[in-house]
T-cell receptor, first 112, second 113 residues
Framework: NAGVTQTPKFRVLKTGQSMTLLCAQD?????MYWYRQDPGMGLRLIHY???????AKGEVPDGYNVSRLKKQNFLLGLESAAPSQTSVYFC???????????FGPGTRLLVL | EDQVTQSPEALRLQEGESSSLNCSYT??????LFWYRQDPGKGPEFLFT???AGEEKEKERLKATLTKKESFLHITAPKPEDSATYLC??????????????FGKGTLLTVNP
């Protein structure tokens, strides 16, 4: 039981490049989330999903897109990376609303 | 807008020196308050969930309490391995807030041997 895993662990991008971050969970959770963590800002919700095939915007969605084609996977895409998207990205999952969210190990992204 | 403020920003303790971390919150209808521990370079690790004022939960040297305005994380006789950043988050009720955790900026705890 691996819990929540994230791929890749670290990535360097040039401004304007695109990439996809992958999150996978093996706990059969319905809900999945993408957060970003910046120094002095705390964790902020980017997008979330309440089930396979659904997505919704969080607090800071601009510049990101997501997809939940399979229940166990939640993808975060950056179509045209900007330096302001340099951050650590965390994926989380939970069995339902008002339930504990379990976090992955994070992806560190540097946009030059 | 939901707000979470954690204090102090950083706390340095000697091994065995007990203390408390504070999390004060302003939300419209608290549904749950969560404490997480985060080690450098890792994801947040769940510690506790508190749902109503007066509730308390314990795990080893940690005890979390909740009032209508704030939560405390009490650390009794800490050890160096308790060194980490402790995050507090709240979940409010109603509409889209049902899914959203609002996090504080965390308290960096360092326990010296």
């Amino acid at each position: 039981n691996a819990g929540v895993t994230q791929t890749p662990k670290f990535r360097v991008l040039k401004t304007g490049q695109s990439m996809t971050l992958l999150c996978a969970q093996d706990m059969n959770h319905e809900y999945m989330y993408w957060y970003r963590q910046d120094p002095g800002m705390g964790l902020r919700l980017i997008h979330y999903s309440v089930g396979e095939g659904t997505t919704a915007k969080g607090e800071v969605p601009d510049g990101y897109n997501v997809s939940r084609l399979k229940k166990q996977n939640f993808l975060l895409g950056l179509e045209s990376a900007a330096p302001s998207q340099t951050s650590v990205y965390f994926c989380a999952s939970s069995p339902g609303t008002l339930r504990t969210q379990y976090f992955g190990p994070g992806t560190r992204l540097l946009v030059l | 807008e939901d707000q979470v403020t954690q204090s102090p920003e950083a706390l340095r303790l000697q091994e065995g020196e007990s203390s408390s971390l504070n999390c004060s919150y302003t939300v419209s209808g608290l549904r749950g308050l969560f404490w997480y521990r985060q080690d450098p370079g890792k994801g947040p690790e769940f510690l506790f969930t508190l749902y109503s004022a007066g509730e308390e939960k314990e795990k080893e040297r940690l005890k979390a309490t909740l009032t209508k305005k704030e939560s405390f994380l009490h650390i009794t006789a800490p050890k160096p391995e308790d060194s980490a950043t402790y995050l507090c988050a709240v979940q409010a009720g109603g509409g889209g807030s049902n899914y959203k955790l609002t996090f504080g900026k965390g308290t960096l705890l360092t326990v010296n041997p």
